[in-house]
């Protein structure tokens, strides 16, 4: 079984990424909170709730949103977003740990150009997440589970005409996949878990 190295937090506090280059005006940021120690740390995820017209609508995903204009960094959205969709006051609560580099959100036609970008957190106390009015759920994702392959399945959707198999985990009824799936992907890489990337979507008829 792939596990944690003894000093995965430290090397995630090491990784550091510029400033993303030419970003959209459209902007957004999400918070990675772990919790827990060696393998028995857990990552916070929730399940958004269903709404007309969101190209997430239902999707698990970690708690996040659009920059707004009362927002002077990005940082403050995931900080923000977290209180709204979960309950947690990350900036009293926990430890920010490292800013990742940003994703282009992917909706298809749906949305203008943007971009996310992950802010790492640790908690250091003890605290209960609790949905927020757009949380249908939130729940926390046992790595141990996830490094050992128990949650491994396959995600399938036509995206532009096209059928595509992705990687995800599934957990309790829960389908992780997409862009959240390769942020946390990422994050583990950051801290030196040996696990390799998704591999790229395999389309078919």
Known sequence: MTAFPENFEDRLARHHVAEAQ??????????????????????????????????????????????????????????????????LDLAHS?????RMESFRAVAGRKIPPMDIT?????????????????????FWLPLKEVLGGQLDTEHRLVRNGVRQTLPAWRYGGRVV???????????????????????????GP
């Open 118 to 138: 992950p802010f790492v957190f640790r908690m250091e106390a003890e605290v209960t997440a609790t949905p927020g009015r757009e949380a249908e759920e939130c």
């Open 94 to 98: 926990a430890r920010l740990l490292c």
């Open 177 to 203: 996949w997409g862009m959240t799936y390769r942020m946390i992907c990422d994050v583990l890489q950051a801290g030196g878990v040996s696990t390799q990337l998704p591999k790229t979507a395999r389309s």
């Open 22 to 87: 030419d970003p959209p005006a459209r902007r957004a940021a999400v918070a990675v909170v772990f919790r827990g120690a060696g393998m028995d740390r857990e990552l916070l995820l929730m399940r958004r709730i269903e709404v007309p017209g969101d190209p997430w609508s239902g999707h698990i995903s970690l708690p996040g949103g659009m920059r707004m204009a009362t927002d002077a960094t990005l940082l403050q959205v995931a900080v923000r977003e977290a209180h709204e969709e979960v309950g």
